[in-house]
């Protein structure tokens, strides 16, 4: 029998630390547990959060509604001559999906480590680092359509990746991811082309890096860029890097020739948001309870006792700022609640 909790504070399930409460909180450790949940009309009309790992949001105010907590667990995979399966719970923290991978040799997910958050975020947020995405190694995913009760699977194609988007985006509220499935190899593609993969392997004398070097070092990366949100509330990037045409790009570049910049294909370039915010002198500002971190200038923390709505006019500060310099608008990366 599914227990619903009645005003549950919310402190402990967002990485930002943000003290809010939720009106109804409920906890889902199997896929079962939602066609139970939703057989009571009244949460069909019930406003409704997911929380996975609560490291991608950010809560601005007290919720009304019911809070539904992804906690099913599990991982399993399955060898087809080079080609590898893994399927994973919703509920599983990433970065132990992660080290499974890399501890089976099982090759494509190494430059995504240590991103916070749960599997089941993944394929709404199409999450990324180091020149990897969730697409390129996405197979499929289950997801509980609440309209009907009945589970659908979506392929990739389904799925309509895009830069930190999906049709999930799109179609929010209406569906529950429960499990994903991925594609990965036995034989590595090694990609170290992306940020400060090649000049980490050189400092450790690494010329043939394996998986399990690109995971070491990506991670060695992170934690020197990214504070620890048990140590300090974050949500990480909190910023999307924006992604403008060429000739946006042609316009910035020739009063700023030295701004940060990657190919995105199809005319398309994307900019390194944190270089931007830091050329505002941004970087490790301290605003009342909140600011950005010292090392990172895309990321913002709360330094303690900070409310959402603090770290939401800081974020609106930083975007004002940004684009009166550049002329480019920054997007926020987290879900603002």
Request: contains cysteine; charged residues 20%; negative net charge.
């Amino acid at each position: 029998m599914l227990q619903i909790h009645e005003n549950v504070s919310l402190k402990n399930f967002n990485t930002f630390g943000i003290d809010a409460s939720a009106r109804y909180f409920v906890e889902i450790n199997h896929e079962d547990d939602l066609v139970e949940l939703f057989m009571d009309p009244q949460w069909k009309t019930t406003e409704r959060l997911i929380l996975g790992g609560g490291s991608n949001l950010l809560l601005t105010q007290n919720f009304n509604g019911l809070v539904i907590r992804m906690n099913i667990r599990g991982i399993e995979h399955r060898v087809n001559h080079q080609d590898v399966f893994i399927e994973a719970g919703a509920g599983e923290v990433w970065n132990d999906l992660v080290n499974y991978a890399v501890r089976w040799g099982f090759a494509g997910m190494e430059n995504l480590s240590l991103i916070p958050g749960s599997v089941g975020a993944s394929p709404i947020q199409n999450i990324g680092a180091y020149g990897v995405e969730l697409k390129d190694v996405f197979e499929s995913c289950k997801a509980f359509e609440i309209a009907s009760g009945t589970f659908k699977i979506f392929d990739k194609e389904a799925c309509r990746f895009d830069y930190r988007d999906s049709i999930f985006k799109q179609l929010k509220g209406q569906y529950i991811v429960v499990s994903v499935k991925f594609h990965l190899s036995l034989i590595p593609n090694i990609n170290t082309r992306y940020g400060a993969i090649e000049q980490e392997l050189a400092l450790r004398h690494i010329s043939e890096p394996t998986i399990k070097d690109i995971s070491q070092v990506v991670s060695h990366i992170r934690v020197s860029k990214l504070p620890d949100p048990s140590t300090i509330g974050n949500a990480g990037s909190f910023f999307k890097n924006p992604v403008i045409t060429l000739a946006e790009f042609k316009e910035v570049q020739e009063r700023h020739p030295e701004v940060v910049n990657y190919p995105a294909g199809d005319g398309y370039i994307k900019l390194a948001a944190g270089w931007l915010i830091e050329q505002c002198g941004w970087k490790g500002k301290v605003v009342g309870n909140t600011g950005t971190w010292k090392n990172q200038a895309l990321v913002l923390v709360n330094h303690g006792g900070a409310t959402g709505q603090e770290v939401y006019a800081l974020s609106s500060q930083i975007i004002d700022t940004v684009y009166r310099k550049f002329g480019v608008m920054l997007e926020r990366e987290v879900n603002v609640v």
